[in-house]
C-alpha cells in the first residue's frame, strides 16, 4: 500500500506540476525515479516535522500540493499544533502521507503504533481522514486527491495486505462502499479491518447468521447517508477498527446514529483496541489477534453479541 | 554577565518622531476601546512594522493578494495592535476599524486571521509557525522562479520553541536569499526578562552559526531600519537575520521593560493621562 501510494505521487506529479513530495527522513530510495525525474519537487527536509507542515503550509499558500510523508505517530502527535493551525485553519490543501497506520509497527513499540491518530485528526475543522483498504483502493483514492479542498491525512496499512477492493465499486472520497448486503449484521470497517470483516462474515455465514460489510474508507466526512441505508432492518451494527475506543470509526458512527435517529437506536458493538497503549510486539496480526480483532474473535462477539440483541429489528428511519 | 549591546542601549535612549507617536496613539486607542490588549509587545515592534510597510514592502493596499507583493507575516501574532495600526493607516481597511479591536463582529482579534483581515498573510498567536510558513512561501518564489521576497517578524521569547530552530535550519539549507527573519530583541517575555527565562545569547552568533546573514540595530531607529532591511539579501544565497534591540513598551515610560504591561486590561484614567503625556491626546 506504502509503495502504491508513493508511486502515485510520481505519477501525479507527472500530470501536475502542483505536486510536491515533502519527507521527512524517509527510508534511502524513497521516490528514487521522482528524485530524479523532478528533483525540485522531492524534498528531504529532516527530521523536523514541526517545520515541515509549516512549510508545507507556506508552499501550499502559493500554489502547490505538497504530499507530506513520514511514519503516522510523528506526522500526527508531533506536530499536531502545526496541522490544526497552519493546515486545518487556513484550509489548505496538504496531504499527510502517514505511514503505518494502527498497529503496523508493532515490533517497534508505543512510540511507532498510531492507536489515536484518526481520532485526533477527526477532531480537527476542515480535516478530511482516509484510511484505505489496499493498495488498489490507496491507488484510486490518491488519484482523487489532488483537487480536494483542504487537508487530507491518509492512513496508510502496511503493504502486502489482501486485496480485497475491486475496481467495480469505484471510489469516492466521503462516499462508504457496501460490500456486503446488510443482513442480521452490518459490520462498519475502516482501513485494513475490511479484509477481517469480509472473513468474520464467511465465518457468520456458516452459522447462518447474515453480515453485511459497510467500508467507511472515510472517516470524515462520514457518509452518514449510506451508514442510515446500511444499517436498516439489522439487528446489530458493529464497528471494527484498528485504534482506541475513544474517538475512532465506533465514535463517529455513533455519533452519527445518535444525531440522526435521536432514539430508537440500533444495538451497536464497537471493536477496537483497549484503551491503553501496546506493550507487546510481535506483528500488526498477532496484536489484532490478542485484542479480539481476528476475523473469528471478530465473528464470535457478534454472535455472541446478536443473542443479547433483541430479535426483531429495531424501528430505524433516518430524518 | 553578557555584555549589553550599544544597539540595545540606543534603543533605550532613542527619542520617537511624530509619525511612531502617532501610530502609538491609534494602538493605545484600540486598547482604550476594547479594554485590552498585548500593550508592551506591539510597542516594541512599531518601527520594524512602520519601515517594512512605509519604506521596503512592495505592496498595494488596494489589492492585497497581488501575487507578485512581498509577503510578511507577524509571527509573533500577539503584536498585531502595532500591525493593525500601519495595515489601516496604509489603507488595507478603515481606521475606524481599530476602534473595534477585539469586539464580537470585528475583523481585528487579538491575534491576527488570514482570511479576516486584508494584509494578513497567515493566522498566527501560537508561538513559532510563522518561519516555516516563511521558508514554505520563499521556497515556492524559488520554485516557481518569482522575484517577491518574504519577511517574518518573530518575538524573542517565541524563539524559545524548537520549531523555529528547524526552520532556520531549513532556510540555509535552501540558501533562501529571498527570506528575512526580522527578531524584536526587546528582552522581555510575558513573565520576566528572557535571561531568566530561557537565556538566548549569544543570539547572533545562534543565528550565524544556523547559516544565516546577521543585522544588528537598534529597532527604534527608523533610518537604521530602512538602511538593513533595503539591503536585503545581506549575503547572496544566505537568508538574512535582522536582530533589533527594542524596549518592550517603548514610548511610554510606566510600559517600558515592564512585564506587567505585556497584556493590559482597563486602563485607569491615571493611566490614560500618562499616555497622553508621553505619545500625544489620543
Known amino acids: ?319 | 554577565m553578557t555584555q549589553i549591546s550599544p544597539h540595545a542601549e540606543a534603543a533605550l535612549t532613542c527619542t520617537l518622531d511624530e509619525r511612531s507617536l502617532y501610530l502609538r496613539r491609534l494602538v493605545l486607542g484600540s486598547v482604550r476601546s476594547a479594554g485590552r490588549g498585548h500593550v508592551g509587545p506591539a510597542l516594541s515592534l512599531i518601527e520594524m512594522v512602520r519601515v517594512l510597510y512605509d519604506d521596503v514592502l512592495r505592496i498595494d493596499p488596494s489589492n492585497p493578494r497581488d501575487p507578485a507583493r512581498d509577503r510578511a507575516i507577524l509571527s509573533k501574532g500577539h503584536g498585531c495592535l502595532a500591525l493593525y495600526a500601519l495595515l489601516a493607516d496604509r489603507g488595507f481597511f478603515p481606521l475606524s476599524e481599530l476602534d473595534g479591536f477585539c469586539g464580537p463582529d470585528s475583523i481585528l482579534g487579538g491575534h491576527p486571521e488570514y482570511g479576516m483581515v486584508p494584509g494578513i498573510e497567515a493566522s498566527t498567536g501560537a508561538l513559532g509557525h510563522g518561519l516555516s510558513i516563511g521558508v514554505g512561501l520563499a521556497l515556492a518564489a524559488r520554485l516557481r522562479e518569482r522575484t517577491y521576497r518574504t519577511f517574518v517578524l518573530l518575538g524573542d521569547g517565541e524563539i524559545n520553541e524548537g520549531s523555529v530552530w528547524e526552520a532556520a535550519m531549513g532556510a540555509a539549507k535552501h540558501g533562501l536569499d529571498n527570506l528575512v527573519a526580522l527578531i524584536d530583541y526587546n528582552k522581555l517575555q510575558s513573565y520576566g526578562p528572557t535571561d531568566y527565562v530561557l537565556p538566548l545569547e549569544p543570539l547572533a552568533d545562534k543565528w550565524r552559526s544556523f547559516g544565516f546573514a546577521v543585522q544588528e540595530l537598534n529597532g527604534h531607529d527608523v533610518g537604521a531600519l530602512r538602511t538593513v532591511l533595503k539591503q536585503v539579501p545581506a549575503v547572496p544565497g544566505k537568508p538574512t537575520a535582522v536582530i533589533c534591540h527594542t524596549v518592550k513598551g517603548k514610548g511610554l515610560p510606566a510600559a517600558e521593560s515592564n512585564a506587567d504591561w505585556h497584556h493590559k486590561n482597563k486602563l485607569t484614567d491615571s493611566e490614560l493621562d500618562a499616555i497622553r503625556v508621553a505619545v500625544g491626546d489620543f
Not at chain 1, 505511514?99 to 492507536?115: E, K, M
Open chain 1, 1 to 319: 500500500m506504502r509503495n502504491t501510494a508513493m508511486n502515485m505521487v510520481h505519477k501525479l506529479a507527472a500530470r501536475d506540476e502542483r505536486v510536491l513530495y515533502i519527507g521527512s527522513d524517509p527510508g534511502a530510495g524513497t521516490l528514487r525515479a521522482m528524485s530524479k525525474e523532478f528533483p525540485k519537487r522531492h524534498l528531504i527536509e529532516g527530521i523536523s516535522e514541526a517545520h515541515i507542515i509549516g512549510m508545507s503550509a507556506g508552499l501550499a499558500m502559493e500554489g502547490f500540493v505538497p504530499y507530506v510523508n513520514t511514519i503516522a505517530t510523528f506526522l500526527t502527535r508531533r506536530c499536531y499544533e502545526q496541522v490544526a493551525v497552519d493546515l486545518c485553519l487556513h484550509n489548505l490543501p496538504v496531504r499527510l502521507i502517514a505511514n503505518g497506520g494502527g498497529l503496523v509497527y508493532a515490533p517497534l513499540g508505543p512510540t511507532h503504533q498510531a492507536i489515536e491518530d484518526i481520532a485526533i485528526m477527526r477532531a480537527l475543522p476542515n480535516m478530511t481522514v482516509v484510511c484505505p483498504c489496499d493498495a488498489d483502493e490507496a491507488a484510486r483514492l490518491m488519484e482523487q486527491t489532488l483537487d480536494w479542498t483542504g487537508p487530507i491525512y491518509i492512513r496508510l496499512g502496511k503493504g502486502g495486505d489482501a486485496i480485497v477492493s475491486r475496481a467495480e465499486h469505484g471510489f469516492e472520497i466521503g462516499k462508504a462502499i457496501l460490500m456486503r448486503p446488510p443482513g442480521d449484521v452490518v459490520m462498519v470497517t475502516t482501513g485494513i479491518m475490511l479484509q477481517r470483516a469480509l472473513a468474520a462474515a464467511d465465518l457468520l455465514a456458516a452459522q447462518g447468521i447474515r453480515a453485511g460489510i459497510l467500508h467507511m474508507h472515510t472517516v470524515k466526512p462520514l457518509d452518514t447517508e449510506a451508514l442510515l441505508q446500511a444499517i436498516r432492518g439489522t439487528r446489530l451494527v458493529a464497528t471494527l477498527e484498528e485504534h482506541v475506543p475513544s474517538g475512532g470509526l465506533g465514535s463517529a458512527v455513533a455519533e452519527a446514529l445518535i444525531d440522526k435517529l435521536g432514539s430508537g437506536l440500533p444495538a451497536m458493538l464497537r471493536l477496537s483496541l483497549p484503551d491503553r497503549f501496546m506493550h507487546n510486539y510481535g506483528s500488526q496480526d498477532s496484536l489484532l489477534k490478542k485484542h479480539g480483532l481476528s476475523a473469528d474473535a471478530i465473528a464470535t462477539s457478534i454472535a455472541r453479541a446478536l443473542i443479547a440483541s433483541p430479535t426483531s429489528s429495531p424501528q430505524l428511519h433516518s430524518t
